[in-house]
């Protein structure tokens, strides 16, 4: 896919108990935060929250499968968490590319992600390239795409 400066893309997910149970069960993160409810009720969150990881997998899902699509590969990226996303928060990211770099096949895209009432809990930027898969004489190899 190509794409243009000013381009955009969002892409949202419902956050539940049973995917923050899968997201500890992958990374370990089992922080009482996000299954102890008496705890993070005397913190100044007051209730249970979902891994940080999962608004960041939220961006990397739109990233590599909508904008620019399969085959991305992140070179750098930079976050801010800037409030919580609670269990049953529907949190929506949405992607504009700012920078296109065709002779690098690269991009450099603006994100920030927003619960169902608008409240911002995550932003940041990247930068990215595609890959692709290209078969030679000697086989298969992997090689850059045009971004």
Request: charged content about 20%.
């Amino acid at each position: 896919m190509n794409i243009t400066q000013g381009q955009k893309a969002t892409r949202s997910l419902t956050v539940t108990a049973d995917k923050v149970a899968a997201y500890a069960e992958v990374t370990g993160d089992y922080n009482p935060l996000h299954f102890d409810e008496e705890f993070t009720s005397k913190t100044r969150f007051g209730r249970l929250m979902a891994q940080g990881g999962i608004a960041v997998g939220l961006i990397h899902a739109l990233v590599a499968m909508d904008m620019p699509g399969p085959g991305t590969v992140f070179i750098r990226q930079e976050w801010q968490f800037t409030a919580p996303v609670y269990i049953d928060d529907t949190i929506t990211a949405e992607a504009t590319v700012v920078d296109v770099m065709p002779e690098k096949s690269r991009a450099k895209i603006d994100f920030v992600a927003t619960t169902q009432e608008g409240i911002e809990v995550l932003s940041g930027k990247h930068t990215s390239t595609r890959q692709r898969r290209r078969t030679n004489s000697a086989g298969t190899i992997a090689s850059t795409r045009p971004i």
